[in-house]
């Protein structure tokens, strides 16, 4: 989640636990433990795709910020006994303010390397975009109130009680997109097919699904007020004749564990130069991804040679118009929204008759 949403979840989280206790100071402390995991993003791993995998990871650690809260609880205890504030009220105060970061970060697609240091690809079950002013705002109102009036606790405990609903509606609601898309996907034979289940930006209500099956990955959008709609698949090509030979560079397969099957490669000329890059499918939407990497440079013959990684500039001057569509696209499926409509057509491999 961004790190506003962050500071507010740790800021109502220390009222809620001590704000009974240290008041206004539960609540500007949690704050900042909140958005202490992010704190890794100020460190430059060498490349585009060092940074981009290496995020989220040995300070999202429930390990590392386990111990971390161990140690605060030690040192408070020992040296802020007036507070009559025991070692385990402390490590609770710690210990939430600090994991619930990594855990919220989990609950969206990115995904986050809670289990550091072991070698197991970054968790990520996501049932929230990773900015939602419905989330965040509660949790912001409930930290002012407390900083404005001084009670640390009530107002903070409300505001997280109301967001933790908005999450388990959002699991609902999810629930609710994987009952409807199983017969597509069943009629279309991609009962085993990877698939990732997603909120659109902003919202819960309207779903972005994505099958991958071999060089092609199929997209549907998918809403709560569907009814008994059924969503077409939207097809295109993945790159998967240039997949071995990214994945047999060192970039190229810390891609693969970092985002698995949702990659597409794409043989591209950049300044004159025939360029392999590798996309994340999982962030945006279609025409949308704004995760995109450089990972090697044709040199003649049949060679790919790796280069150091970049990060393309992905950006789109119609970025309003397309989630306008989709925010039209909440509450009726009629017309349909063709997210092919805002994709180079060379990548699409089939567009649906409902299109």
Same mark, same amino acid.
């Given at each position: 989640?961004?790190?506003?949403?962050?500071?507010?979840?740790?800021?109502?989280?220390?009222?809620?636990?001590?704000?009974?206790?240290?008041?206004?100071?539960?609540?500007?402390?949690?704050?900042?433990?909140?958005?202490?995991?992010?704190?890794?993003?100020?460190?430059?791993?060498?490349?585009?795709?060092?940074?981009?995998?290496?995020?989220?990871?040995?300070?999202?650690?429930?390990? %590392?910020?386990?111990?971390? =809260?161990?140690? *605060? +609880?030690?040192?408070?205890? &020992?040296? $802020? #006994?007036?507070?009559?504030?025991?070692?385990?009220?402390?490590?609770?105060?710690?210990?939430?303010?600090?994991?619930?970061?990594?855990?919220?970060?989990?609950?969206?697609?990115?995904?986050?390397?809670?289990?550091?240091?072991?070698?197991?690809?970054?968790?990520?079950?996501?049932?929230?975009?990773?900015?939602?002013?419905?989330?965040?705002?509660?949790?912001?109102?409930?930290?002012?109130?407390?900083?404005?009036?001084?009670?640390?606790?009530?107002?903070?405990?409300?505001?997280?009680?109301?967001?933790?609903?908005?999450?388990?509606?959002?699991?609902?609601?999810?629930?609710? %997109?994987?009952?409807?898309? =199983?017969?597509? *996907? +069943?009629?279309?034979?991609? &009962?085993? $097919? #990877?698939?990732?289940?997603?909120?659109?930006?902003?919202?819960?209500?309207?779903?972005?699904?994505?099958?991958?099956?071999?060089?092609?990955?199929?997209?549907?959008?998918?809403?709560?007020?569907?009814?008994?709609?059924?969503?077409?698949?939207?097809?295109?090509?993945?790159?998967?004749?240039?997949?071995?030979?990214?994945?047999?560079?060192?970039?190229?397969?810390?891609?693969?564990?970092?985002?698995?099957?949702?990659?597409?490669?794409?043989?591209?000329?950049?300044?004159?130069?025939?360029?392999?890059?590798?996309?994340?499918?999982?962030?945006?939407?279609?025409?949308?991804?704004?995760?995109?990497?450089?990972?090697?440079?044709?040199?003649?013959?049949?060679?790919?040679?790796?280069?150091?990684?970049?990060?393309?500039?992905?950006?789109?001057?119609?970025?309003?118009?397309?989630?306008?569509?989709?925010?039209?696209?909440?509450?009726?499926?009629?017309?349909?929204?063709?997210?092919?409509?805002?994709?180079?057509?060379?990548?699409?491999?089939?567009?649906?008759?409902?299109?």
């Amino acid at each position: 989640m961004d790190s506003l949403t962050q500071a507010a979840l740790g800021a109502a989280i220390g009222g809620t636990v001590l704000g009974h206790r240290l008041g206004r100071k539960a609540v500007l402390i949690g704050a900042v433990l909140g958005t202490l995991p992010d704190l890794d993003v100020v460190i430059d791993y060498g490349d585009a795709v060092a940074n981009y995998t290496q995020h989220r990871g040995f300070s999202h650690s429930l390990f %590392v910020l386990g111990g971390l =809260a161990s140690l *605060l +609880a030690l040192l408070c205890t &020992r040296f $802020a #006994p007036a507070r009559d504030i025991t070692f385990r009220h402390w490590w609770l105060f710690f210990g939430l303010c600090l994991m619930t970061h990594p855990l919220l970060d989990a609950l969206t697609t990115y995904g986050t390397q809670i289990w550091w240091p072991l070698d197991v690809r970054p968790s990520a079950w996501p049932v929230v975009f990773i900015i939602d002013p419905l989330y965040s705002l509660p949790l912001l109102v409930g930290a002012i109130l407390a900083l404005i009036t001084g009670h640390g606790r009530r107002a903070p405990a409300w505001g997280l009680a109301i967001s933790c609903a908005y999450l388990a509606f959002s699991m609902g609601a999810k629930s609710i %997109v994987e009952s409807r898309i =199983a017969p597509v *996907l +069943a009629a279309h034979e991609l &009962r085993e $097919a #990877p698939r990732l289940v997603q909120p659109t930006p902003f919202n819960v209500l309207l779903w972005r699904v994505t099958v991958i099956d071999a060089n092609t990955h199929h997209e549907a959008l998918v809403g709560i007020f569907d009814g008994d709609y059924r969503p077409p698949l939207e097809s295109y090509t993945r790159g998967a004749e240039l997949e071995d030979i990214a994945l047999a560079m060192p970039k190229g397969a810390r891609l693969d564990w970092f985002s698995g099957p949702y990659l597409r490669y794409d043989d591209t000329m950049i300044d004159g130069t025939r360029t392999l890059v590798a996309t994340d499918l999982r962030l945006g939407f279609p025409g949308f991804h704004p995760f995109s990497f450089a990972l090697a440079e044709f040199s003649g013959g049949e060679d790919w040679q790796p280069i150091v990684t970049y990060q393309l500039d992905t950006s789109r001057s119609d970025n309003g118009v397309a989630l306008s569509r989709l925010f039209h696209r909440i509450l009726a499926p009629e017309p349909p929204l063709c997210t092919s409509d805002f994709v180079e057509r060379r990548w699409v491999v089939s567009r649906p008759k409902a299109c």
